[in-house]
């Protein structure tokens, strides 16, 4: 018999699993070396003892309530339960006891068998958090944002006090990653993320969503719409002032600024997801605004974005179907000798007809589309140029493209023109780029590395709109400009303002110290061409020679020239 239960005692003690005997008055009469070495409690301490050393301060009462009740009924019983080891670290068990009863059903003896389950069940947590929280930030994620967004809504219907959703972004973070790394934005992000959580009260939820964006659950707000609106600019500009201040990146200083977009709430009329769209719309309106700044969403701003869908969804198909068109405005000089033309883009729209730019590209701008337009314009002004180089007639027209600050500043432009003079054979004389003050005075180095890479290969550039931005004679000296074009508004009352008519003088006159050709845009009028010729202005373009036109109406035109 000594020799059998040694043989047990033996068994028991080579399993992983700790196991517990105790009699009917749970007094503890046997325990194997793994229940020792998972507690920590020595044999001899527990023998004849209790195991209730093993709860502790976050043992959960409940369990334990039914623990004691199903051994009091002689009952078995399984749960998973926090215990405490000797040295009072805690660590998860799961545990099952069985009652043990004698030939006649008397209750002898419970076996308890338990595992330690700590490792898989914060294996098991840490899962579980990582879906309902961001990584980077450990704020909820957008799951666990809908959730409690959800909860407010319902808050807000008990109580009928207004909530609110706040839609942050940084302003311009993307130039964070571009120069320091995604180490360096990464880092940004989490100090943004405390920040916002110190401008946050008591039952406010601040969340992640992705990048840069970071939204926020207002509860609790006044009962009146106005008060509530007032609560939430007053928050919001704490924002504003939080973000703004500088973040320090290494051994430099980020001064960066936010745009919040925000909508109130008070019922459920709206879905969670329809709330978060209306203030990811209001954010938007603070970008286009200027940055730093807190808008509410109105109707407004969506019947905005409805259109601006509609029309980049127009614009893709445009551009799959060919409804794009170049038009051309001719370019003459003072003796009505044919220079050239201006290349302007149309859309012929087949519901709302020929549209002009002003109807579609601020719109291609803002959604990212200017550039496969810009592509399609300068091939389709290449082929032309190859057309012409093969008669008499047009061999040596010029031909000016008009350049958005997005084409030109994409990393291969130069390389993009190159290619397409070389797949034409175009002489590169005769492609003329026009630009805007505002896209050459950004970066005003780079600027001139990229003119000058495409000027070494031929290609000449316009300054447009000139006069009605920054004119730096300190930047207009750098740059190889090799045409300035005087704007329109300076051409239409030259014969009735007399300033209008100095400033034409003075471009003129800059111009001509800087060997810089001159010519103005807008002439109707043969008195105003007039005007000009006596400033010393002798290149023209506008309605008093031919508006802009189809390429067949332009050549029927050229030739008519031709005849005179």
């Not at 007053?234 to 001064?255: A, F, R």
């Not at 093969?390 to 031909?399: A, F, G, I, S």
């Not at 000016?400 to 600050?405: I, L």
Request: net charge negative; proline share 3%; with cysteine.
């Amino acid at each position: 018999m000594n020799q059998e239960l040694r043989l047990r005692q033996e068994a028991l003690n080579s399993i992983s699993q700790g196991v517990l005997i105790t009699d009917a008055q749970r007094r503890t009469t046997y325990m194997n070396d793994a229940f020792e070495k998972i507690t920590g409690y020595p044999k001899d301490e527990l023998m004849g003892g209790s195991c209730a050393v093993l709860q502790g301060v976050e043992t959960d009462p409940e369990t334990i309530k039914e623990l004691r009740n199903a051994l009091n009924k002689g009952h078995s019983f399984q749960a998973e339960i926090l215990n405490y080891r000797k040295n009072g670290t805690p660590f998860w068990n799961e545990l099952s006891i069985t009652p043990v009863r004698d030939s006649e059903g008397n209750l002898t003896q419970f076996v308890g068998v338990q595992r330690d389950i700590s490792e898989q069940k914060a294996a098991t947590e840490k899962i579980e958090h990582l879906a309902y929280y961001d990584p980077l930030t450990d704020l909820p994620n957008r799951r666990l944002f809908m959730d409690r967004l959800n909860h407010a809504f319902s808050s807000s219907q008990r109580s009928s006090r207004e909530g609110a959703v706040l839609f942050i972004d940084l302003d311009n973070f993307k130039g964070i990653n571009d120069t320091f790394g995604h180490n360096v934005g990464d880092f940004v992000i989490q100090q943004t993320a405390k920040r916002l959580e110190s401008c946050m009260r008591v039952g406010d939820t601040i969340a992640r969503l992705g990048g840069d964006e970071f939204v926020v659950v207002l509860e609790a707000l006044s009962e009146q719409r106005f008060e509530a609106a007032k609560q939430v600019s007053v928050i919001g500009k704490k924002i504003l002032t939080v973000l703004s201040q500088p973040y320090q990146l290494n051994k430099q200083e980020w001064h960066g600024t936010s745009s919040i977009g925000a909508v109130l709430f008070s019922d459920h009329e709206e879905s969670a997801e329809e709330l978060l769209k209306r203030a990811d719309i209001a954010m938007f309106r603070s970008k286009n605004a200027g940055h730093n700044m807190l808008t509410f969403f109105n109707h407004e701003m969506q019947n905005v974005l409805l259109e601006r869908a509609t029309i980049e969804r127009e614009m893709r198909a445009a551009l799959e179907s060919r409804q794009f068109l170049l038009y051309y405005q001719i370019q003459v000089d003072s003796m009505h000798h044919i220079l050239g033309a201006e290349a302007l883009i149309r859309w012929q729209h087949p519901l709302r007809g020929l549209l002009s730019p002003a109807h579609f590209i601020p719109s291609a701008e803002e959604v990212g589309l200017i550039l496969p337009i810009g592509q399609w314009v300068m091939e389709t002004a290449c082929i032309q140029l190859k057309a012409w180089e093969q008669r008499v007639l047009t061999h040596d027209l010029v031909l000016s493209v008009n350049v958005s600050a997005n084409e030109f500043r994409q990393a291969d432009f130069v390389e993009q023109v190159k290619t397409l003079l070389q797949r034409y054979d175009i002489n590169p004389r005769l492609l003329k780029l026009e630009l805007t003050e505002s896209v050459l005075l950004e970066s005003i180095d780079e600027t001139i590395i990229l003119m000058n890479a495409l000027k070494r290969i031929g290609v000449s550039f316009s300054l447009d709109d000139f006069g009605t931005g920054y004119s730096s004679l300190q930047y207009l000296k750098r740059l190889p400009i090799d045409q300035l074009k005087i704007d329109q508004i300076f051409v239409h009352n030259i014969a009735t303002d007399i300033s209008d008519k100095v400033i034409v003088r003075t471009i003129v006159v800059m111009a001509q110290s800087l060997n810089i050709k001159v010519i103005a845009e807008g002439v109707e009028t043969e008195e105003q061409q007039q005007l000009l010729l006596d400033s010393g202005c002798t290149q023209y373009q506008g309605y008093l020679f031919g508006k802009p036109m189809p390429i067949e109406q332009f050549e029927e035109l050229l030739k008519q020239g031709e005849k005179r």
